[in-house]
């Protein structure tokens, strides 16, 4: 069983910045795929933003377009943790913001950016960015 728990969100002025964390915590996997989703009042949930690592080897965090480069994904091994700094925040970007985690298959964007790759989710953050 894998409990994931977000944290960070919050009101934010346009421009502004937040960091929202993910904790993890049950059984922990040396091979996992850990992204974030958002949504919006009567829209779907999109991805955002993934990393994973397999074993040793870890690989290249992957952005949706409307977020690269104003978001940045990493991860804190010894807190079993990863975090989302946002940056230049739009209102564009306002939603609940969920952390997903599943083990690891394949790097490859259309699959980490596939809710179906996720077997767990957390009970989400909700953002708002004001005009």
């Known amino acids: 069983q894998v409990q994931l728990v977000e944290s960070g969100g919050g009101l934010v002025q346009a421009g502004g910045s937040l960091r929202l964390s993910c904790a993890a915590s049950g059984r922990t996997f040396s091979s996992a795929t850990m992204g974030w989703f958002r949504q919006g009042p009567g829209k779907e949930r999109d991805f955002v933003a993934a990393?994973?690592?397999?074993?040793?080897?870890?690989?290249?965090?992957y952005y949706v377009d409307s977020v690269n480069g104003r978001f940045t994904l990493s991860r804190d091994n010894a807190k079993n943790t990863i975090h989302l700094q946002m940056n230049s925040l739009k209102p564009e970007d306002t939603a609940v913001y969920y952390c997903?985690?599943?083990?690891?298959?394949?790097?490859?964007?259309?699959?980490?950016?596939?809710?179906?790759?996720?077997?767990?989710w957390g009970p989400g953050t909700q953002v708002t960015v004001s005009s």
């Open positions: 990393i994973s690592w397999n074993g040793g080897i870890a690989y290249n965090p």
């Open positions: 997903a985690a599943g083990v690891f298959k394949s790097p490859l964007l259309s699959r980490q950016s596939s809710r179906a790759s996720y077997d767990y």
